[in-house]
């Protein structure tokens, strides 16, 4: 009986090893391609912002700004393209008159944007470029494919 359990757990000792080192492998692979396949449509987005009438910039949820602006850099996050000239970000329910610029960055590209709409019932900013960025793809909606498409 001792045997028996001592050859159990080797082979499942075995077994375990084997798929631990090949599960989380093709696990890292399916995310790499995942990461590859959508990688062209993120940008990156700056924002420079000032104050306008001695007023700091705030906005919503995401309170001042004004620490951007004393330590003069500006305010960085993530954007998805959606077409050539079109990018979407997070809304940061701020008046545009304490934005000084806004520039849109992908790989060694730098291009100017100025925002163009908001989404109705989404906290999104649309920002429209000033020229496409070379290399970058806009990002690929299948409408067939089942919802939900809100999350």
């Known amino acids: 009986m001792k045997r028996t359990i001592t050859l159990v757990l080797l ?3 075995t077994f375990a090893a084997g798929c ?27 924002y420079t912002m000032k104050f306008d009438r001695g007023e700091e910039p705030r906005g919503g949820s995401w309170g001042s700004f004004s620490q951007y602006i004393r330590e003069e850099r500006p305010m960085e996050t993530s954007g998805v393209l959606i077409d050539d000239t079109t990018v979407i970000v997070d809304d940061l329910m701020m ?56 999350s």
């Not at 631990?20 to 700056?46: C, N, W, Y």
């Not at 060694?108 to 960025?133: E, F, V």
């Open 11 to 13: 082979v499942a000792a």
């Open 20 to 46: 631990g080192q090949q599960a989380p492998q093709s696990r890292t692979e399916t995310k790499l391609a995942v990461i590859d396949a959508i990688r062209p449509s993120f940008v990156h987005v700056e």
């Open 95 to 150: 008046h545009p008159r304490f934005m000084k610029s806004i520039s849109v960055v992908y790989k060694d590209q730098r291009t100017s944007a100025k925002i163009s709409g908001y989404a109705a019932n989404q906290d999104i900013m649309y920002l429209t470029l000033d020229k496409p960025l070379d290399g970058a793809k806009p990002a690929k909606f299948d409408a067939k494919l089942p919802g939900p498409y809100v």
